[in-house]
Protein backbone atom coordinates (compact mmCIF):
# COMPACT_ATOMS: atom_id res chain seq x y z
CA UNK A 1 0.00 0.00 0.00
CA UNK A 2 2.72 2.15 0.79
CA UNK A 3 4.74 1.60 -2.76
CA UNK A 4 1.28 2.39 -4.31
CA UNK A 5 0.76 5.84 -2.37
CA UNK A 6 4.06 7.02 -2.86
CA UNK A 7 3.84 5.80 -6.74
CA UNK A 8 0.83 8.05 -7.09
CA UNK A 9 2.83 11.07 -5.10
CA UNK A 10 5.11 10.55 -7.74
CA UNK A 11 2.93 11.13 -10.87
CA UNK A 12 1.18 13.75 -9.79
CA UNK A 13 4.79 15.75 -9.17
CA UNK A 14 5.56 14.52 -12.50
CA UNK A 15 2.20 16.12 -14.26
CA UNK A 16 3.40 19.82 -14.43
CA UNK A 17 1.38 22.86 -14.41
CA UNK A 18 -2.23 21.43 -14.42
CA UNK A 19 -1.43 20.71 -10.99
CA UNK A 20 -2.54 23.93 -8.74
CA UNK A 21 0.16 25.43 -7.16
CA UNK A 22 -1.22 26.25 -3.94
CA UNK A 23 -1.27 30.06 -4.35
CA UNK A 24 -3.49 29.01 -7.69
CA UNK A 25 -7.56 29.22 -6.51
CA UNK A 26 -9.37 25.77 -5.57
CA UNK A 27 -9.51 23.19 -8.50
CA UNK A 28 -7.84 25.52 -10.56
CA UNK A 29 -6.15 23.72 -13.73
CA UNK A 30 -3.46 26.21 -15.50
CA UNK A 31 -2.77 25.55 -19.22
CA UNK A 32 0.57 23.57 -20.30
CA UNK A 33 3.47 25.88 -22.29
CA UNK A 34 2.57 26.50 -25.95
CA UNK A 35 -1.35 26.48 -25.41
CA UNK A 36 -1.70 30.27 -25.45
CA UNK A 37 -1.94 32.48 -28.39
CA UNK A 38 0.56 35.30 -27.87
CA UNK A 39 -2.02 37.69 -29.25
CA UNK A 40 -4.98 36.71 -26.99
CA UNK A 41 -2.73 36.41 -23.55
CA UNK A 42 -1.33 40.02 -24.81
CA UNK A 43 -5.17 41.48 -25.20
CA UNK A 44 -5.85 39.99 -21.67
CA UNK A 45 -2.93 41.18 -19.91
CA UNK A 46 -3.84 44.83 -21.21
CA UNK A 47 -7.43 44.45 -19.75
CA UNK A 48 -5.87 42.97 -16.42
CA UNK A 49 -3.69 45.98 -16.06
CA UNK A 50 -6.33 48.35 -16.93
CA UNK A 51 -8.55 46.71 -14.73
CA UNK A 52 -5.77 46.78 -12.12
CA UNK A 53 -6.83 50.58 -10.56
CA UNK A 54 -5.71 50.62 -7.18
CA UNK A 55 -9.20 51.84 -5.09
CA UNK A 56 -9.63 54.42 -2.37
CA UNK A 57 -10.16 50.97 -0.10
CA UNK A 58 -6.33 49.65 -0.37
CA UNK A 59 -4.92 52.82 0.20
CA UNK A 60 -7.06 53.31 3.66
CA UNK A 61 -8.49 50.54 5.06
CA UNK A 62 -6.14 48.08 6.72
CA UNK A 63 -8.14 45.24 4.98
CA UNK A 64 -8.61 46.45 1.66
CA UNK A 65 -4.54 47.31 1.87
CA UNK A 66 -3.22 43.80 2.99
CA UNK A 67 -5.67 42.19 0.54
CA UNK A 68 -4.03 43.89 -2.24
CA UNK A 69 -0.81 43.04 -0.89
CA UNK A 70 -0.36 39.92 0.17
CA UNK A 71 -2.62 39.04 -3.49
CA UNK A 72 0.21 41.38 -5.37
CA UNK A 73 2.97 39.08 -3.38
CA UNK A 74 1.43 35.91 -4.33
CA UNK A 75 1.50 36.83 -7.60
CA UNK A 76 5.14 37.90 -7.60
CA UNK A 77 5.77 35.23 -5.77
CA UNK A 78 4.25 32.40 -8.89
CA UNK A 79 5.31 34.48 -11.46
CA UNK A 80 8.91 34.39 -10.60
CA UNK A 81 9.23 30.93 -9.65
CA UNK A 82 7.61 30.06 -13.37
CA UNK A 83 10.28 32.85 -14.69
CA UNK A 84 13.09 30.81 -13.12
CA UNK A 85 12.46 28.27 -15.28
CA UNK A 86 11.28 29.75 -18.24
CA UNK A 87 13.07 32.74 -19.15
CA UNK A 88 15.81 32.03 -21.66
CA UNK A 89 17.92 35.66 -20.57
CA UNK A 90 20.11 34.57 -17.81
CA UNK A 91 18.99 38.12 -16.87
CA UNK A 92 15.59 37.83 -16.17
CA UNK A 93 16.09 34.69 -14.49
CA UNK A 94 18.14 36.25 -12.22
CA UNK A 95 15.48 38.86 -11.53
CA UNK A 96 13.20 36.60 -11.50
CA UNK A 97 14.95 34.92 -8.58
CA UNK A 98 14.98 38.33 -6.44
CA UNK A 99 11.39 38.84 -7.36
CA UNK A 100 10.92 35.57 -5.48
CA UNK A 101 13.00 36.58 -2.33
CA UNK A 102 12.17 40.20 -1.83
CA UNK A 103 7.92 39.33 -2.08
CA UNK A 104 8.51 36.46 -0.15
CA UNK A 105 10.16 38.76 2.92
CA UNK A 106 7.48 41.37 2.07
CA UNK A 107 4.61 38.86 2.83
CA UNK A 108 6.64 37.63 5.88
CA UNK A 109 7.20 41.16 6.89
CA UNK A 110 3.39 42.20 6.51
CA UNK A 111 2.08 39.01 8.28
CA UNK A 112 4.12 39.75 11.78
CA UNK A 113 2.81 43.49 11.77
CA UNK A 114 -0.95 42.05 11.33
CA UNK A 115 0.16 39.92 14.30
CA UNK A 116 2.45 41.86 16.59
CA UNK A 117 -0.44 44.82 15.89
CA UNK A 118 -3.49 42.39 17.26
CA UNK A 119 -5.08 43.32 13.68
CA UNK A 120 -7.76 40.86 13.38
CA UNK A 121 -6.91 40.27 9.42
CA UNK A 122 -6.23 37.45 7.46
CA UNK A 123 -4.84 37.69 4.37
CA UNK A 124 -6.04 35.76 1.16
CA UNK A 125 -4.52 32.94 0.68
CA UNK A 126 -5.08 32.66 -2.85
CA UNK A 127 -5.11 34.46 -6.43
CA UNK A 128 -7.69 36.54 -7.60
CA UNK A 129 -9.09 36.26 -10.93
CA UNK A 130 -7.08 39.20 -12.56
CA UNK A 131 -3.79 37.83 -10.99
CA UNK A 132 -4.41 33.88 -11.71
CA UNK A 133 -5.40 34.90 -15.57
CA UNK A 134 -1.81 36.85 -15.86
CA UNK A 135 -0.39 33.30 -14.33
CA UNK A 136 -2.17 31.52 -16.59
CA UNK A 137 -0.58 33.36 -19.88
CA UNK A 138 2.93 32.94 -18.42
CA UNK A 139 2.21 29.45 -18.17
CA UNK A 140 0.87 28.75 -21.25
CA UNK A 141 3.40 31.14 -23.03
CA UNK A 142 5.66 29.82 -25.63
CA UNK A 143 9.01 30.13 -25.20
CA UNK A 144 9.55 32.63 -27.06
CA UNK A 145 7.52 34.75 -26.33
CA UNK A 146 8.06 34.17 -22.59
CA UNK A 147 10.23 36.75 -21.34
CA UNK A 148 8.25 39.43 -23.11
CA UNK A 149 4.88 38.31 -21.37
CA UNK A 150 6.62 37.79 -18.21
CA UNK A 151 8.06 41.69 -18.14
CA UNK A 152 5.22 43.29 -19.60
CA UNK A 153 2.99 42.06 -16.25
CA UNK A 154 6.38 42.84 -14.47
CA UNK A 155 6.09 46.43 -15.35
CA UNK A 156 2.47 46.85 -15.05
CA UNK A 157 2.19 44.90 -11.49
CA UNK A 158 5.12 47.28 -9.65
CA UNK A 159 3.56 50.20 -11.58
CA UNK A 160 0.28 49.17 -9.52
CA UNK A 161 2.00 48.34 -6.12
CA UNK A 162 4.18 51.71 -6.18
CA UNK A 163 0.28 53.04 -6.38
CA UNK A 164 -0.85 51.08 -3.68
CA UNK A 165 2.40 51.28 -1.20
CA UNK A 166 2.55 55.06 -1.71
CA UNK A 167 -1.25 55.57 -1.10
CA UNK A 168 -1.28 53.89 1.84
CA UNK A 169 1.99 55.51 3.18
CA UNK A 170 0.00 58.58 2.84
CA UNK A 171 -3.38 58.02 3.66
CA UNK A 172 -3.75 54.66 5.58
CA UNK A 173 -5.35 53.89 8.55
CA UNK A 174 -2.55 52.17 10.78
CA UNK A 175 0.54 53.34 11.69
CA UNK A 176 2.28 50.45 11.86
CA UNK A 177 1.11 49.14 8.34
CA UNK A 178 1.80 52.61 6.77
CA UNK A 179 5.29 52.49 7.93
CA UNK A 180 5.55 48.95 6.52
CA UNK A 181 4.02 50.69 3.12
CA UNK A 182 6.64 53.63 3.57
CA UNK A 183 9.25 51.41 3.81
CA UNK A 184 8.19 49.06 1.06
CA UNK A 185 7.70 51.88 -1.41
CA UNK A 186 11.30 52.61 -2.30
CA UNK A 187 12.17 48.67 -2.42
CA UNK A 188 8.83 48.57 -5.34
CA UNK A 189 10.20 51.14 -7.05
CA UNK A 190 13.87 50.10 -7.45
CA UNK A 191 11.95 46.51 -8.40
CA UNK A 192 10.31 48.67 -11.24
CA UNK A 193 13.26 50.72 -13.10
CA UNK A 194 15.29 47.22 -12.86
CA UNK A 195 12.18 46.01 -15.21
CA UNK A 196 12.48 48.61 -17.30
CA UNK A 197 15.94 48.27 -18.04
CA UNK A 198 15.22 44.48 -18.64
CA UNK A 199 12.44 45.63 -21.29
CA UNK A 200 14.96 47.68 -22.85
CA UNK A 201 17.51 45.43 -23.48
CA UNK A 202 14.55 42.84 -24.07
CA UNK A 203 13.30 45.19 -27.28
CA UNK A 204 16.72 45.71 -28.68
CA UNK A 205 17.43 42.18 -28.98
CA UNK A 206 14.15 41.46 -30.72
Known amino acids: MRSVILGLSSAILLMGPAVADPTDQPGHRSPSADSKSETVSAAEDNVGH ?51 AAHTQTSSELKGILMRNNLHITPPAHLDDRRQGMIDNLRGASTADFDHRYLVQQEAAHREAVILMRGYAHDGANPAVKRFAAETLPKVEQHLAMVRKLEQTETAAR
Not at 59 to 68: H, I, K, L, N
Not at 69 to 88: C, F, H, L, N, P
Open 50 to 100: WLGTVSAEMTTTSQGFVTAAAVSDMYEVEAGKIATQRATSPAIRDFANQMV
